[in-house]
């Protein structure tokens, strides 16, 4: 299972914090995690054949072995405390859900 986390940054956050930030803390964070495969964070540079910019700043990629698995091990106390931080930089992030076909 996959979800892909699309965002912005809220106004006023510095694109350099929160890729500190990710660097530092989210990436290792969340891949030491045992229900994650890989999580990857991307920052956006445009749309492929376009001059427009990316309707998002940031993408993230989670590879996981389950949901329930993956929920257990995000609802600890530990781990809402080292995520805390995202609240504060993403604006409304979307996490969607998919399936391999």
Not at 1 to 12: A, C, E, P, T
Not at 14 to 25: F, G, P, R, V
Not at 44 to 57: F, I, K, M, R, V
Request: charge should be negative.
């Amino acid at each position: 299972m996959r979800i892909i986390v699309v965002f912005n940054l809220k106004d006023g956050v510095s694109a350099a914090d929160y890729e500190a930030w990710a660097k530092k803390d989210d990436i290792p964070g969340v891949n030491r995690l045992s229900s994650v495969k890989g999580f990857t964070v991307h920052k956006a540079t445009g749309l492929l054949g376009s001059e427009d910019p990316s309707p998002y700043q940031y993408v993230e990629v989670l590879d996981i072995t389950g949901m329930d698995p993956f929920v257990a091990e995000i609802s600890t106390e530990e781990f809402q405390a080292m995520a805390a931080p995202f609240q504060d930089f993403a604006d409304n992030p979307q996490f969607i859900l998919t399936e391999d076909i």
